[in-house]
C-alpha cells in the first residue's frame, strides 16, 4: 500500500482564466487579468508512490477544487511563463479526464521557487528510482577474463633478496654489483705488531759460566736484563755467586 506524502504546502495562491495561445512564443502572465483573480484558496503538493498530483483545495474546509496530475517536469501539466517567475500555467482535470488550462500565480516569489525547486526533487528521486529497477530486472554481464586467440602477457619479476638488493627474475644477476671483492678490513701491507716483551726476571749465574759466554739476543731461552740499583747492588755485594740480569 503506497501512502501519500505532502511535498510542499502554500497557504495562499491565485487561480486565473487564460485566453488560448495564439502563437508558439508561450504562455504571457501580461495577457491575464492580474488584479482579479478567478479564484482564491491553498496548494498542495503531494506524491503517492511515484505520481504526483499539484491539489488546489478551499483555505477553510480543505474542499477540493481541481486537481492537476504532474507526470514530469518541465512538461505540459506545468509551464512556467515566458515573461515572469511567479506565474504558471496548470493543466487540470477532472474525474471524467476533461481538462482545461487555467493560470496559477504567487504573491511572491519565494513561494514560486519552492515549488520549482520540489518538482524537481521528486522527479530526479522517480528517475533514481526507475533506474534502480531496472538494474534489478537486467541480468547480470560476467566479465571474461580469459586470454583470446594468440594473445599474450609478459611480467617482469623483481624479487627482494635477503641483503635487501633487488634482482631480475630474468636475468638473475644481483643489480647494482660489479663483482670485485672488497679489501680486507684494516688496508694491505700491514703486519700485526710483535708480542710484548716478557717481564724481567732473575736467573741465577750457573757454575763455569760468565756473562762474558751468554748467548747472542734473539735466543728465546736467554733474556738481556737491566742491572740492578745503586742501594741494592750495595746490600747484595757480598753475594759473588748471583749477577742482575
Known sequence: MEYESVLIVKPEVFIYKIPPRASNRGYRAA???LKEPTWTGRMRLVAKGT?????????????LFAN???????????EAVSDSSRYFVIRVQDDNGRSAFLGLGFGDRSDSFDLNVAL???FKWVKNQEQIEKEKTEPKQELDLGFKEGETIKINM??????????????????????VLPPPPGGLGK??????AAPATTVRQSPGVSPAHRPAA????????????????????????????
Open 31 to 33: 495577457d491575464w487579468n
Open 51 to 63: 505520481a504526483c498530483i499539484l491539489k488546489l483545495e478551499d483555505k477553510t474546509s480543505g474542499a
Open 68 to 78: 492537476c496530475p504532474i507526470d514530469t517536469y518541465p512538461g505540459v501539466a506545468i
Open 120 to 122: 524537481q526533487d521528486h
Open 158 to 179: 623483481r624479487i627482494t633478496k635477503k641483503d635487501g638488493s633487488e634482482g631480475s627474475s630474468r636475468t638473475g644477476k644481483k643489480q647494482g654489483s660489479s663483482g
Open 191 to 196: 703486519i700485526a705488531p710483535p708480542p710484548a
Open 218 to 245: 734473539g735466543n728465546s731461552e736467554w733474556t738481556d736484563y737491566a742491572s740492578a740499583g745503586g742501594n741494592q747492588g750495595q746490600q747484595n755485594s757480598a753475594n759473588a755467586n748471583w749477577v742482575q740480569f
